[in-house]
């Protein structure tokens, strides 16, 4: 079963409800969706204020994300809104420097830039944007994950 990293927004609960329901689906397509939410242990978001505290929880976050990262074997970028979360836009550069396979999947009609999405995004995913879950399953499906 392959392994692929979500990296994408997860500071809210729809946005963690939502990676949840798409490790399900794509787990009954034969696929391991690795989410970061799952690694952040005891990490209290309340504190994030306190600059000490932000520093050395941003500093482990960090580290324990890209070792995460590592570990899989392709990178999914969840690109919904208006503009894509700026950390899951450093682990894409991460993955494509690495030279893993990195896909996108945007449901949202919005756009930042000229009613397409960002350029250098779409570069990193190599163009792999899936509009829907089903559409996404065949591009991986395609990429022998």
């Not at 306190?50 to 929880?57: G, I």
């Not at 350029?119 to 879950?133: C, E, H, Q, W, Y």
């Amino acid at each position: 079963m392959s392994r692929i990293y979500l990296a994408g927004p997860l500071f809210c609960t729809s946005e963690l409800e939502y990676n949840l329901k798409l490790r399900l689906i794509l787990k009954e397509e034969g696929f391991d969706l690795v989410l970061p939410q799952d690694n952040s242990g005891s990490i209290d978001v309340g504190k994030m204020s306190d600059q000490s505290f932000a520093k050395e929880t941003a500093l482990d976050i960090f580290s324990d994300d890209l070792a995460l990262l590592g570990s899989c074997d392709a990178l999914l970028l969840n690109i919904d809104g208006r503009v894509p979360d700026e950390g899951a836009c450093v682990e894409l550069g991460y993955a494509y420097a690495k030279g893993m396979p990195c896909f996108g999947i945007k449901t949202d009609i919005r756009t930042a830039e000229y009613g397409i999405d960002n350029m250098m995004i779409v570069g990193a995913l190599g163009g792999n944007i899936a509009r829907s879950v089903p559409e996404l399953v065949r591009m991986l499906r395609d990429a022998g994950l």
